[in-house]
């Protein structure tokens, strides 16, 4: 039985929980001799009051986004894809190969191709994991942090030995050729003598990002593929009874989320650095997993939740600029988020379930039948409606 | 044993001749409203010590609700409880507990991993140290199984025993923490019947050494079998609480469903027509190295119901599974004279396009997935069908019309596609299955435990609908643990034991007692 509106799940206990959050964060500020309320101006001006802020926050957005998705594709198949780091790790050496060995005509081919090409390297470095799991029924868990370890080892062992350009001190690939530099939000919001987003690193990646939210979203409540992944994710004896395949669905969910982490090789390898370095990925395949959890694995909330990520990193990044407070004061804040919107859901939930089923009621435990099961006047979901039935 | 008839509300507390004895529990005017939904209303009951009282409804009538406020998981909102007379609050479970009330659920609430002995100590420890507490509790288990035939092996870790074992572990549970009233919520539901037979030896012990037992349950055998006193309850009311040797099942079905009820199924004699399911020699070895079929052959035909009968675990599930295409096996199975691949490249999707309609047994765990809505469960199996898709997207508004078309015509409450499959009753969420199965046209439907958790008005309804696919021509395989059912609703009947096929019977020529014979591997003595 829903305990609660829809509306409670998917907005309210996420804001209460971002509220405690900001609440414990301002104690830890005040602790350490800041103002919080300073503190939060300086967050909130630093990244969504210009434009230079909102051009680095998409940019972290768009990450997250990425990453993000990879997570919550996974989780619809009930599968646990910690490898987004080692994911995007790869998939930018994907994006690497193609932009320096392939002589590019148009930044516009040049985009396609790397897509292309971080979407096959992602998705390649979930499939053993995935064939390990669907075969031999090794965890997915274990196997996909083993292989962040070995993406980032292998990446290592490739920018100090034969992918670094010789006379370089550097550990990074030469930079990308012109051909293959794709437009940034200055380039494509700058109108005349107005230059907007000057210096910032968000580029055209994140209109991919998004583009990829509502077909991720197309993919798991609208086709059949979507609806084989759901029903294996729910329960796998009703799957096996169905026919539904387990091996296809672990592989090919694996295949997909894998090509989602991937592909934001994109936004940082081909939209910002325009070289391949080493810690590209700077830890966004975790945040993404905070991501799909504080979004519900709804690819509507991914966003929302990645565009809150965003602001955290670059609001973060201005408190460190503009008060000295430190970095792993920073860590901190973002782990208090991390904390209250995921591991510590319930702590939320449970009284608000509580709250709602004492304001409306709830039904009995053996459900009488009837129409009493469907309050009138309760849409199913009022902020998502294609997805009403399906979730 | 006093006087026969009574006037129905006033037969209670005379079963043991001590008409001025007071009730060891007496509920007065208890009501319970969830917003709207009344699920008690006014309920007065006297359960006399030492005595089973049963109280038997539909799901949904209440009967939950009111064994929950009694062990302190809700709060009436109006109403009294009086347990040996005094008036007792009761605001949580511990409470229940030091009044005596013990409970043993429907769904066991033990931890798998740990043995009986710790599972009867656990949140019941005497200090600190585990040793004396675990000491105690074994000379009590061992006197407990002396006084009760209660036993159990308490170094047996419980995911290792049987549900039977499991059952009798909550029980020890209750005892061991002074319980002198036992309320058992379905609890044959998951026992086989030589399991439940040594369950209700059990209760009678309880029941001679003083104890009073409430017992919960939706089949009226059970109820005519062991209780003493009998309470009914329809859409949260009390309608009528009885001497148990003074009732029929007929009324007391009656009571239930407040209308008239055919507890036999009304059929014609079959028209058996050519064989469409020949299975011949089918072994399987599970993953363990155990032999679960050991060489089964039989035919179904046109037009005909066989019943598989035999207690659970006997390789009735595994003979559905490799049917239904999601278990290996060897041998050879013919459906309409083509051989079936059973070497696990062709899966339940083909069995579904060669004609195999499939009712698991497991509704909650295979036919549905409780967290989809209806018509996303409708469409289950056949998603792929070219009626539900458009290319590689569904066709979400055909899925849904569909489902309310099904629904209308299956009877299902509420008819509404949008509603997670969770949230139906059980017989509601069978109906679902059985529509969904006998809609695709099968010319073989595969049904195990048709009728399992569900109640009485939708027993009827599924029955009529197996009736009447079979009249329509279309071979049949039921599979249940049920005896009646199986005796009322097939044409022929097969007996599983231990993995083989004991013998064959036409429904019409053998009886319960011959048929408990074979179910036991007993030939012999069997015509």
């Not at chain 1, 969504?48 to 926050?57: I, K, M, Q």
């Not at chain 1, 859901?345 to 304001?359: I, K, Q, T, Y």
């Not at chain 2, 675990?134 to 036993?151: C, I, K, T, V």
Request: with cysteine; glycine share 10%; aromatic share 6%.
């Amino acid at each position: 039985m829903d305990r609660m509106p829809r509306w409670a799940d998917l907005v309210l206990i996420p804001v209460i929980s971002l509220l405690l959050a900001a609440v414990i964060s301002g104690l830890v500020i005040l602790a350490i001799g800041h103002n919080p309320l300073e503190a939060l101006g300086i967050m909130v001006s630093g990244s969504v009051g210009s434009t230079y802020g909102w051009g680095y926050t998409l940019y972290y957005a768009t990450n997250f986004m990425f990453t993000g998705l990879a997570v919550a594709v996974a989780n619809h198949a009930r599968l646990f894809n910690i490898g987004g780091e080692g994911q995007a790790v790869i998939g930018g050496l994907g994006v690497a190969l193609v932009a320096l060995y392939i002589p590019w005509p148009h930044w516009s081919l040049a985009l396609l191709g790397s897509i292309a090409a971080s979407a096959l390297f992602g998705a390649a470095w979930a499939a053993i994991p995935a064939i390990l799991q669907a075969k031999r029924g090794s965890h997915i868990v274990i196997t996909t942090i083993m292989f962040n370890f070995i993406a980032a080892a292998l990446l290592n062992y490739l920018l100090v030995g034969p992918l670094k350009p010789t006379g370089t001190m550097e550990t990074a690939t030469a930079p990308f050729p012109e051909a293959t530099h794709i437009p940034s939000f200055r380039d494509m919001f700058s109108f005349g003598e107005t230059i907007l987003f000057r210096g910032t690193p968000a580029n055209l990646a994140f209109f991919l990002a998004v583009l990829l939210c509502l077909l991720v979203w197309l993919l798991i409540w609208k086709t059949r593929l979507g609806y084989e992944i759901r029903a294996f994710g729910f329960s796998e004896g009703a799957a096996r009874y169905a026919g539904i395949g387990s091996t296809k669905i672990i592989v090919v969910t694996m295949l997909i989320s894998g090509a989602l982490a991937g592909m934001m090789a994109v936004n940082n390898t081909l939209g910002e650095a325009e070289r391949l370095i080493l810690n590209a990925v700077e830890g966004a395949g975790f945040i993404g997993i905070a991501v799909a959890l504080m979004g519900r694995s709804h690819p509507l909330g991914v966003f929302l939740a990645s565009i809150l990520f965003g602001i955290l990193y670059q609001g973060g990044g201005e408190l460190q600029f503009a008060l000295g407070i430190p970095r792993e004061m920073i860590v901190v804040i973002q782990a208090l988020v991390i904390m209250f919107t995921g591991a510590l859901d319930n702590m939320v939930r449970m009284p608000l379930e509580r709250l709602f089923a004492r304001r409306r009621p709830a039904p009995a435990p053996v459900a009488p039948p009837g129409p009493t099961l469907h309050p009138p006047g309760r849409p199913a979901a009022p902020t998502n409606p294609g997805t009403a039935a399906t979730e | 044993m006093t006087s026969a008839v009574q006037s129905q509300t006033q037969s209670q507390g005379q079963s043991q001749g001590q008409s001025q004895a007071t009730p060891a529990i007496e509920l007065r005017g208890i009501s319970k409203a969830f917003g709207p939904v009344q699920a008690n209303k006014d309920i007065s009951i006297r359960v006399m010590p030492g005595t089973i009282h049963g109280i038997i409804g539909e799901n949904g009538a209440g009967k939950s609700t009111l064994m929950s406020i009694l062990y302190g998981f809700y709060h009436a909102d109006s109403g009294e409880i009086l347990i040996d007379g005094r008036p007792t609050r009761i605001p949580d479970s511990q409470a229940a507990i030091r009044a005596g009330i013990g409970m043993v659920f429907q769904h066991f609430k033990l931890v798998e991993n740990f043995t009986v002995l710790e599972n009867v100590v656990l949140g019941a420890e005497d200090s600190g140290l585990l040793r004396p507490s675990l000491a105690r509790a074994r000379s009590e288990l061992r006197r407990l199984a002396q006084d009760y035939e209660l036993e159990v092996d308490p170094d047996a870790v419980i995911e290792e025993i049987g549900v039977g074992f499991q059952q009798r572990v909550e029980i020890l549970k209750a005892l061991y923490r002074k319980a002198d009233i036992l309320i058992l919520d379905e609890p044959t539901g998951v026992l086989t019947p030589p399991e439940a037979d040594h369950l209700f030896r059990i209760l009678r012990n309880l029941r001679e050494q003083g104890k009073t037992i409430i017992l919960i349950t939706h089949k009226l055998r059970e109820i005519m079998e062991i209780t003493d006193t009998v309470s009914v309850m329809r859409r949260g009311e009390m309608t009528a609480t009885v001497r148990t040797a003074d009732t029929s099942p007929a009324q007391l079905a009656e009571l239930m469903v407040g209308r008239k009820v055919l507890l036999q199924v009304d059929k014609a004699p079959a028209h058996p027509g050519a064989p469409v399911l020949e299975v011949e020699n089918l072994r399987v070895t599970d993953a363990k190295g155990v032999e679960r079929l050991k060489g089964v052959s039989l035919a179904v035909r046109a037009g005909e119901i066989l019943g598989i009968a035999g207690v659970a675990g006997n390789g009735q599930s595994e003979l559905l599974q490799v049917l239904g295409g999601t278990m290996r096996a060897t041998g050879a199975v013919r459906l309409n004279g083509r051989p079936l691949d059973l070497s696990g490249r062709e899966d339940a999707r083909d069995r579904r396009a060669a004609g195999i309609g499939h009712v698991p047994e497991d509704r909650q765990t295979q036919g549905l997935i409780l967290d989809f809505a209806a018509w996303e469960n409708v469409a289950l199996g056949y998603h792929d069908r070219e009626a539900y898709t458009n290319g590689p997207m569904m066709d979400q508004a055909a899925m849904k019309a569909d489902t309310a078309d099904k629904m209308q015509r299956f009877d299902v409450r509420p008819p509404n596609p949008l509603l997670a499959a969770k949230n139906f009753s059980g017989g509601n969420q069978q109906k679902i299955v059985v529509a969904r199965e006998i809609e695709s046209g099968p010319a073989l439907l595969l049904i195990g435990q048709p009728t399992r958790g569900v109640d009485i008005g939708a027993i009827e309804f599924i029955h009529k609908q197996i009736v009447a696919l079979r009249d329509q021509g279309k071979a049949i395989l039921l599979v249940s643990v049920e005896l009646d059912e199986i005796l009322s609703l097939s044409d022929r009947i097969a007996v599983m034991f231990d993995g083989r096929i004991m013998g064959e019977r036409l429904a019409g020529q053998t009886d319960a007692g011959e048929l408990g014979l074979l179910m036991a591997g007993i030939t012999e003595g069997a015509r």
